[in-house]
């Protein structure tokens, strides 16, 4: 049994995340935290093997704490869950020390599968283009760039300290800066409710429907109730059809 935390600073997202572990007969979920402290004050008695993390934290960012967890003696497997995934969000996560990176609109099965080998310790971060890693490197000090390009080939910490004939620890303050360096910024935050897995039903479903119901499966639909989210990233309910319409 993969033991699985899972940190999100959303409720829906988090009850949403619970529901698909517990319906997995290979994962438990031990931890739902909506930041680290949460996540810090269970992580010794929960002991997860992996822990889904979503990147934009309103305490905190996912990219620090990751690399915080990395830090530990035996640390766990780490899935950065986030709806702004892409090759910036990759290459920061890859020196964070972050095992895969997981899209917010995937199917439920893929970050599923995602978390199984994770914990059978594959990567499923891709590597980034030429262009993007030249474009990190030249934000970075120049005492920081032979770190991250050792991080980036998938180089220890330990391993780095050695071959910079440095402490450990001094690497591990440079992983702290390069990680502050280049941790991506985030717009305004999206819809935060995983495509394919209804929030009203709980039921999974293929093809998500089009905004706003994206996250409803077609029977909940077509009962004529839908959910949205506010601005304040709380629940309404609306009708489907008709509503505040008068006729043609």
């Not at 934009?56 to 530990?72: H, S, Y």
């Not at 897995?197 to 077509?222: E, H, K, M, V």
């Amino acid at each position: 049994m993969i033991r699985v935390a899972v940190v999100d600073d959303h409720p829906l997202v988090l009850a949403s995340l619970e529901g698909l572990l517990q319906d997995a007969a290979d994962l438990q979920p031990v931890i739902a935290a909506a930041d680290g402290q949460q996540l810090w004050r269970q992580l010794d008695d929960a002991r997860p093997g992996v822990i889904v993390l979503d990147y934009d934290l309103a305490r905190g960012d996912g990219l620090t704490l990751c690399q915080r967890l990395k830090e530990r003696v035996r640390p766990p497997a780490v899935v950065i869950y986030s709806a702004y995934a892409g090759p910036s969000l990759a290459l920061s996560a890859r020196i964070a020390g972050a095992d895969a990176l997981v899209d917010k609109r995937a199917p439920g099965g893929e970050l599923l599968d995602v978390i199984r080998r994770a914990a059978a310790g594959e990567s499923s971060i891709p590597d980034s283009a030429p262009d993007v890693r030249e474009g990190a490197i030249t934000q970075l000090a120049a005492g920081d760039v032979p770190v991250a390009s050792m991080l980036l080939a998938g180089t220890s910490h330990q391993g780095i300290a050695e071959t910079l004939a440095t402490d450990r620890q001094d690497v591990v303050h440079s992983v702290r800066r390069i990680v502050g360096r280049l941790r991506p910024t985030v717009g305004p935050t999206p819809l935060p409710t995983p495509d394919a897995y209804c929030l009203r039903c709980r039921a999974t479903f293929q093809r998500p429907l089009p905004s706003p119901c994206g996250a409803i499966c077609p029977t909940c639909f077509a009962d004529g109730e839908i959910v949205t989210l506010t601005n304040a990233s709380q629940p309404r309910t609306a009708r489907a059809q008709g509503e505040g319409s008068g006729d043609a």
